[in-house]
């Protein structure tokens, strides 16, 4: 071995310490509580989803209480405050809970005739607002579809123009699916739109067509 060179056993000794066991320990403990801060948030989510899903099956029954909806605009507040709280990496686990929380909030303005509340009243960011809006097309369609059965043509064509209204709204933006994928809810709401028009159209050529007497009954 050449005179100065580093013996197998001195280098080990000179070479780079271990990491200590409290930078171990530290990283344990920040996983454990990325651990339960994921799970927080994904049952916080879940519970919203629950919430908006029974509240607009019921929107739709007629059977809505004032307070359902109010539960809704609160969790779905609280659910957007604690992503901007906690930062975003574990957004995509809340991210079909606050659509649907946006949802169900258009839809019950909708149902009650009130006015659409937009992102900053219902807390959110512009994104899940927009995702939203797009499926509550949807839902006016439903409403739609009921007014039909009922034979309130009408009411039938007030709905679809609503429906073509927040269509042409969504239409509106034109933006990097990267931020939001908003191009497939507008194919859809548009699609929705048209296959609506030709039903509300033919329901009223199918009324014109039936007999005076058979109309009033």
């Known amino acids: 071995m050449p005179p100065g060179s580093p013996s197998s056993g001195s280098g080990a000794a000179n070479g780079p310490p271990p990491l200590g066991e409290a930078v171990l320990a530290s990283i344990e403990t920040h996983l454990r509580q990325r651990e339960l801060r994921r799970e927080e948030l994904y049952q916080q989510a879940r519970r ?6 029974a509240t607009m099956t019921h929107l739709h029954l007629g059977s809505a209480e004032p307070a359902e909806l109010s539960a809704v605009r609160a969790s779905l507040a609280e659910l957007s405050d604690r992503l901007r709280r906690e930062g975003r ?3 995509p686990l809340a991210h079909d809970a606050l659509q649907e929380g946006v949802e169900a909030s258009l839809l019950g303005a909708i149902v009650n005739g009130g006015s659409l509340p937009g992102p900053s009243e219902l807390a959110v960011e512009p994104e899940p607002y927009l ?3 797009g499926d509550v097309v949807g839902e006016v369609r439903r409403v739609v579809l ?3 059965a009922r034979d309130d043509l009408d009411g039938a064509e007030r709905h679809l123009g609503l429906m073509e ?3 042409q709204s969504l239409l509106r933006f034109d933006t990097t699916r990267a931020i939001v994928q908003l191009k497939p809810k507008q194919d859809q709401a548009r699609a929705l739109v048209e296959r609506t028009r030709g039903e509300v159209v033919m329901a009223r050529v ?3 067509a039936r007999p005076a007497g058979a109309r009033e009954r």
């Open 146 to 148: 009921d007014r039909l």
């Open 48 to 53: 919203l989803r629950r919430l908006a899903q």
């Open 89 to 91: 990496a574990d957004e």
């Open 131 to 133: 995702l939203g809006l």
């Open 206 to 208: 199918l009324a014109r």
């Open 165 to 167: 209204e927040l269509t």
